[in-house]
């Protein structure tokens, strides 16, 4: 089979089998998947701003980033904050969180080979990012999406509150995290 089509496959699988879990017997929350899957195209086009790595041929695209990529990322952020929920059960939230970017690192790593060795992207440099990467964003996007999840705002009636809550809060998570990955990219250069 073509590394491309396995990697599209399983992605999608990812983020399908993330969705269908959270329907049936997971979290419910109707924001979870749209805001992961902007929060993750937000840190995709802030960190090619820094960052060198190229798509090939990932069509549709939005501003130069994949929307497949999107999509990946927030099955890997639902499967990790699943397990960090599970793993962290009686430790304070912020450990599930760092324990939610862990485990969607396990899970990333071994996506971003498969990419590179289907020839969906390319590092032009410092590769090992690729690891970093994946924590600092799961692990922003998790802190923040789990302190606004703390705060009680549910239901239909608040929806609206959460959204701009978790945009208030998600901002500048976003910076710190290409903040570390421009960091840790300058100490490898």
Request: charged share 15%; aromatic share 12%.
């Amino acid at each position: 089979m073509n590394p491309s089509l396995a990697l599209g496959i399983l992605a999608f699988g990812l983020a399908g089998a993330g969705l269908l879990h959270a329907l049936r017997r997971g979290d419910r929350d109707p924001l979870f998947f749209p805001v992961a899957a902007g929060y993750a195209l937000a840190v995709e086009a802030v960190q090619r701003l820094f960052l060198h790595y190229d798509y090939v041929s990932l069509r549709p695209e939005f501003r130069g980033v994949p929307l497949l990529v999107p999509l990946a990322w927030a099955g890997v952020w639902y499967v990790g904050r699943t397990l960090g929920l599970r793993l962290a059960e009686r430790r304070p939230w912020p450990v599930a969180a760092v324990i939610g970017g862990l485990a969607g690192v396990l899970v990333a790593v071994p996506l971003e080979a498969l990419a590179a060795a289907g020839g969906w992207w390319h590092w032009s440099e410092q590769p090992a990012l690729a690891p970093l990467q994946a924590f600092t964003a799961g692990f922003t996007f998790l802190l923040g999406y789990e302190l606004v999840t703390r705060m009680g705002l549910t239901g239909q009636v608040r929806t609206r509150v959460r959204l701009l809550f978790l945009i208030l809060t998600l901002a500048p998570l976003l910076f710190i995290h290409a903040q570390a990955l421009y960091l840790a990219r300058e100490l490898l250069l």
